[in-house]
């Protein structure tokens, strides 16, 4: 029952910082897509979008029940759990629950951490135009909205002054 509550909490914050940073609304109606976290290198953020664009386009979701129903089966062989918003529409909000298990870590380290719990983060995608915390942009950036076109055209620009 814990293991419920824990995600249910995760996911109350993940939206709660989703509003505080962006001006779109959230949904509070969820759905989930549990993926795989592969990356054994750091990626441009480029790469990253097009992931995240082909991704969306391949998911499955499912409903909350299902995804505390899988983490709970596996719980002691994942290492990492992360929440991200993949995709905020009018009438739902798709989180991605990514998870990295013990088994892809060096095998030294995996006898140190064998029968921990795992960590859990939650994280918003922020663009690389931001300045300041208190400024708010588009959840769904990543997707090429027109707001982000503009935003990265005139980020870029003021970047190109400066060199």
């Known amino acids: 029952m814990k293991e419920k509550v824990t995600l249910k909490q995760m996911v109350e914050d993940l939206l709660n910082i989703a509003e505080e940073m962006c001006w779109n609304k959230i949904s509070k109606n969820t759905t989930f897509a549990i993926t795989l976290d592969n990356e054994k290198e750091w990626k441009p953020w480029k790469e990253k979008i097009k992931a995240k664009r082909k991704l969306l386009k391949e998911i499955t979701e499912i409903p909350f029940n299902n995804a505390v129903a899988f983490l709970k089966k596996k719980k002691l062989d994942i290492y990492l759990i992360e929440l991200y918003i993949l995709k905020a529409l009018k009438n739902k909000?798709?989180?991605?629950?990514?998870?990295?298990?013990?088994n892809q870590l060096d095998k030294t380290y995996i006898n140190n951490i064998?029968?921990?719990l795992p960590l859990?983060?939650?994280?918003?995608?922020?663009p690389p135009y931001i300045k300041n915390k208190s400024q708010k942009?588009?959840?769904?950036w990543e997707?090429?909205?027109l707001e982000y076109k503009i935003q990265m055209f005139l980020w870029k620009r003021r970047k190109n002054k400066r060199q």
């Open 120 to 126: 859990k983060h939650c994280k918003i995608a922020i």
């Open 93 to 102: 909000t798709i989180i991605e629950i990514r998870i990295r298990y013990k």
């Open 143 to 145: 997707f090429g909205s």
């Open 137 to 140: 942009f588009d959840i769904n």
């Open 114 to 116: 064998s029968t921990e």
